[in-house]
Each structure stands twice: as C-alpha cells, then as structure tokens.
C-alpha cells in the first residue's frame, strides 16, 4: 500500500497516529506530495478525485481517500482496536467527527492567510471559523474528558491531532483559555511515543 501525505496535514497525522498504534508502518510506503486548494498535487490526480491528502493506494481496490475512511479500513486490517463494537462506537465516531470539523474550521483559517489576496481577506469570516473551534473544545471540556481519559481510540486520536494543530498554526488565539482539563489531557496523550513521531515538521 502507499499513503500520499503531507508533513503537516493534521488529517494525515491522524492516519500516522494509527499506523504507529497498530504497527502497520512497515505495510504503507509513504510518498510526500504537496498541494493546495488552488494547486492540486499532481500525483493525486487520477487516484484521488478530490486531490486531497491522505489518500490510500491498495494493490486490490479503488484508492482510498478521507481520513476517516482510511483510519477505518487501517483498523480494520488491524483487527479493530480503535473503533470499538457496541455503544462506545457511536462517541467514538463522533468525537472523530467533531475533530475534523475543528480542524476543518481551523485550516481554512490557515487558507484564509495563507491563499487568499490580502485585500480579500474577510476577517469577520475568520473569527467566525474560530468560535466554532472554541465552542467544540468549550464541548470538549465539559462533556467527554471521561471518555478521552478512557481507553485509548481513535476519537481521542483525532482530537489530539486536532488540538495539535490549533498549536501549530494558531497558537495565539489560546485554545487552552478556560478548557483546563482539556488542556491537561492533551498535554499527557501529546507525550505518547505516536505522537511525539508524528509532529509536524515544518
């Protein structure tokens, strides 16, 4: 199998996370690509329609494409440790979900910056993009340590990858203020050995 990645997609890191928690490193060779909204990584096209990173080529199928889909299949192939059977799969999925979509909300405010002409930057967008964030770790914090302090799956994967993020690329804004215990989880499940060898290099 071969994962097309980016050093610092968080999406990617998330299926890093998992390779690295279920030893499967060794079965995915990794190739580097770079792109963007407006400039596709060009060994994607053809493999993945939506030109994204992560996407999962397989010797006996389509290539795989979406985070979930491939932490999914990943698992799977692992025996299915990360998304547990019965109730607790329900939280996981939507912790997994509600990752993403802080780390949706946070890279386009990252494109907003980093793509868009100054002139058409739209700083009322951006902010709004941020209290989205703000009121998932408000959620966060008040709602799910007991499960993110439980054991180890792939919804507390996602949300550390996803906190990771907000460090790297908005750190400013202080994802931490007033999420204490959120903070706190983060800062242990951030010393495992998946996620020291993954962080991001930039």
């Given at each position: 199998m071969k994962l097309y990645h980016s050093l610092t997609s968080p999406y990617v890191r998330k299926v890093m996370v998992l390779l690295h928690e279920t030893e499967q490193l060794e079965d995915v060779e990794l190739e580097t690509v770079a792109g963007t909204p407006v400039a596709p990584a060009a060994p994607l096209i053809g493999k993945a329609p939506l030109t994204k990173v992560p996407a999962l080529e397989r010797p006996d199928g389509p290539t795989l494409f979406d985070s979930r889909v491939i932490c999914a299949f990943l698992d799977d192939r692992a025996g299915g440790r990360l998304y547990p059977e019965g109730a607790r799969r329900w939280d996981v999925l939507t912790l997994e979900a509600l990752a993403d979509g802080v780390l949706d909300a946070a890279l386009l405010m990252t494109y907003e910056s980093r793509l868009r002409p100054e002139d058409k930057q739209w700083d009322e967008w951006v902010d709004s993009q941020w209290v989205k964030?703000?009121?998932?770790?408000?959620?966060?914090?008040?709602?799910?340590?007991?499960?993110?302090?439980?054991?180890?799956?792939?919804?507390q994967v996602a949300v550390a990858c996803a906190?990771?993020?907000?460090?790297?690329?908005?750190?400013?804004?202080?994802?931490?203020?007033?999420?204490?215990?959120?903070?706190?989880?983060?800062?242990?499940?951030d010393a495992r050995p998946s996620m020291v060898a993954t962080r991001p290099v930039t």
């Open positions: 964030v703000e009121r998932a770790c408000a959620v966060l914090n008040q709602r799910w340590m007991a499960h993110l302090s439980g054991p180890l799956d792939m919804g906190l990771g993020y907000l460090d790297l690329r908005h750190d400013a804004r202080g994802w931490r203020k007033g999420n204490d215990a959120l903070a706190t989880w983060f800062a242990e499940f």
